[in-house]
């Protein structure tokens, strides 16, 4: 669990480093990533989907619930390889949720099962440590009711990794297609994006190490009792 940690670190970290690396690069074309965004969605017939800009670094998202394109300001504004890449990518959600992409509905299905799993493992651990589960008979019940909530997040994680490398090779696809980048900004643009999804990769296999400790966890305790 904890080398899966260090690894997410690291991944993310590169993440940052190659987001810094593509921004110094600025696109030929000078389009800012709200209008890559815009160009795309256009191109794709889908008028329905606002593009807006909010705080943070890295915290662009599409949310399917209010149909919009969150882009950091970096990215809003930012006339380079990397906004280019993220501001795709985020279109390409809105490109999912416009056909109905079974992935993408799967896991806008899961988002309440997951947050409801997250909140009672937050209880569960505060409990553990200021109140004291798992004395006696109950060792059991706790590390099964943990280990369902580590399925459905693992579930989660999982179902995430086809959506989110399903957006980067829209985008990617899309950019190729209209020749909006020259060969060298396209491979910047998916360089960018292959580190965005391995932040996904290691999420999901650090939910797969967790699920299995509390399943070898909870298989020890039935032995126990």
């Known amino acids: ?106 896991r806008s299905k899961l988002v309440p099962i997951q947050n409801i799993s997250a909140t009672i493992l937050n209880i569960i651990i505060f409990g553990a440590a200021f109140i004291g589960f798992g004395i006696g008979g109950g060792a059991q019940l706790i590390l099964g009711i943990i280990l369902a909530c580590y399925a459905v997040i693992t579930l989660f994680a999982l179902v995430t990794l086809p959506v989110e490398f399903d957006a980067s090779n829209r985008a990617l696809a899309w950019m190729k297609q209209r020749n909006l980048v020259s060969e060298a900004e396209l491979h910047d643009a998916g360089d960018c994006l292959k580190w965005a999804a391995m932040t996904y990769v290691a999420a999901a296999a650090g939910a797969l190490v967790n699920l299995l400790y509390f399943l070898l966890q909870f298989i020890g305790a039935g032995k126990d009792d």
């Open 1 to 106: 669990m904890i080398v899966m940690m260090l690894i997410s670190m690291a991944v993310q970290h590169k993440l940052k480093a190659k987001f810094t690396q593509y921004s110094n690069i600025h696109l030929s074309n000078r389009l800012s990533g709200k209008e890559i965004a815009e160009r795309m969605l256009r191109d794709h017939g889908i008028s329905n989907v606002q593009i807006i800009q909010v705080d943070g670094q890295l915290s662009d998202h599409y949310n399917p619930v209010n149909r919009t394109v969150n882009l950091s300001r970096e990215v809003y504004y930012g006339e380079n390889a990397a906004s280019a890449s993220v501001a795709a990518h985020e279109c390409g959600h809105a490109v999912q949720h416009a056909t109905a992409y079974t992935m993408l509905q799967l």
